[in-house]
């Protein structure tokens, strides 16, 4: 092959910028010694700049924007709908296996406050009134009614005990590392985790903004603080007794 | 109100939108060249879209996007040619052949007909005329402005592949283009854009 043969073959690559340094260099110098070359490279230049032209000629119509976007939308909600309808039935067998689980492995008396919950198939509002209800169960309400009353609808996947150093002494968002089910450290100093799937929990505005802004709601209760916070799939509500004599070890 | 598992999905949503929709305009003039119809360009960005989003969750970090959507749209298109018997107007040619310049001419004669004026007719009507995966390569390249690397990789092929397939379309574009200069009186393409 002829060096000019050699050097067109590569004029394209140079054009593009996707010549290793080197051959640049040497293509270069060929250019700038041989005319019918030079021409090859402009030409080859013209073109790209002619098909650059042409291919950007047709804009995308907005009209054809707004129906590409339209139907991602549309495909969007489809896909949503279709993660709900998938979800809704996973953690009410999760809560039955969990549930089962819980109850057959209870050592006789309850502890005030520990009753698991079932989950009903509406998905729970986390609004004022359900945490008010939450921090009832906390306080021992569920269990004297027994877990027949309180698995009538609480999406609740776990709801625990767990011991007060659970939580961070500067009040930190909770970490979460495992649901278990430790005893209650004693009366009036007892936390409490309610685990929530987070697709089967709606959250208030209040709620949602908090987690937001802050990753954390925290509210007071009837003398119990209210942790809500988010973490992967969860949701998490921690409520624990605040000591009455201390107000600041909050 | 907000649904927790709704927020996840608003997220993946916003991603989406802003990592692969935003080549809707690079995707559409691609394939619009690919099919050469509007309509058809319209519901094959469509379609890819739709197909990128159904595999968006599964993408592994760091991945080019644009570069995955094109594959995708580009692929959407070969299989409906495949579907429609169309093969050979998807492969390189081995060989140039000269008696393909009058297809190519042919086109070029009725390409001024359309709503654009100047010389942008004739050159799509040119690009039509080459295979696809020429096509593709010099679209690509020219007109996404596309390095080497990405073209390779929409066309699963080596770069040193897309190299070639860019250098020979490109000669056959001033062939058919020199060619169409020639016969309105210009000496050659140079001198008609």
């Given at each position: 092959m002829k060096p000019c043969d050699t050097v067109r073959s590569?004029?394209?690559?140079?054009?593009?910028?996707e010549l290793a340094p080197l051959e640049s260099i040497a293509i270069r110098r060929h250019l700038s010694q041989c005319e019918a070359c030079h021409a090859e490279l402009r030409a080859t230049e013209r073109l790209k700049v002619a098909l650059h032209v042409a291919g950007t000629s047709e804009p995308l119509p907005d009209e054809t924007a707004g129906r590409l976007e339209a139907a991602m939308?549309?495909?969007?909600?489809a896909a949503r709908a279709e993660a709900r309808a998938s979800r809704r039935w996973l953690p009410l067998a999760a809560a039955a296996v969990l549930t089962a689980g819980v109850w057959a492995a209870w050592p006789g008396e309850h502890a005030r406050g520990s009753a698991p919950l079932a989950i009903?198939?509406?998905?729970?509002?986390l609004d004022d009134a359900v945490?008010?209800?939450?921090?009832a169960v906390h306080q021992g309400g569920p269990s004297k009614a027994g877990p027949a009353r309180a698995a009538l609808r609480d999406a609740l996947v776990a709801f625990e005990r767990l011991p007060g150093s659970f939580i961070t002494p500067e009040g930190e968002r909770p970490r979460v590392v495992q649901v278990s089910y430790a005893d209650c450290d004693?009366?009036?100093n007892g936390s409490s985790l309610a685990v929530f799937s987070a697709d089967r929990v709606r959250l208030s505005s209040s709620v949602d903004a908090a987690l937001d802004t802050k990753g954390v709601f925290l509210e007071v209760v009837d003398g119990v603080e209210v942790r809500v916070s988010l973490s992967g799939d969860k949701v998490f509500v921690l409520l624990s007794d605040i000591d009455p004599i201390d107000p600041s070890s909050i | 109100m907000v649904w927790s598992g709704a927020r996840k999905r608003a997220q993946i949503e916003r991603e989406f939108m802003a990592h692969v929709f935003v080549h809707a305009e690079g995707l559409y003039r691609y394939a619009l060249r690919l099919t050469g119809q509007p309509q058809s360009a319209e519901d094959l960005v469509q379609d890819a879209l739709a197909r990128?989003?159904?595999?968006?969750?599964?993408?592994?970090p760091n991945t080019n996007h644009r570069a995955w959507v094109f594959t995708?749209?580009?692929n959407a298109f070969i299989s409906t040619q495949r579907r429609l018997g169309r093969e050979q107007e998807l492969e390189d040619p081995t060989i140039l052949p000269d008696d393909d310049a009058p297809t190519a001419l042919d086109r070029l004669a009725h390409a001024g007909d359309g709503y654009r004026h100047g010389f942008e007719d004739e050159v799509l009507a040119a690009l039509q005329a080459l295979s696809e995966q020429q096509r593709t390569a010099v679209v690509l390249c020219d007109v996404e402005g596309m390095s080497y690397e990405d073209i390779a990789a929409v066309m699963a092929c080596p770069v040193g592949t897309v190299r070639s397939r860019i250098h020979h379309?490109?000669?056959?574009?001033r062939e058919v283009l020199d060619a169409y200069a020639r016969g309105k009186g210009y000496g050659r393409l140079d001198e008609a854009v």
């Open positions: 590569l004029l394209s690559a140079l054009v593009d910028g939308q549309a495909r969007f909600a009903a198939p509406a998905p729970l509002t945490l008010a209800r939450l921090v004693g009366p009036g | 990128a989003f159904d595999a968006f969750e599964r993408l592994r995708i749209l580009r379309a490109r000669r056959r574009l």
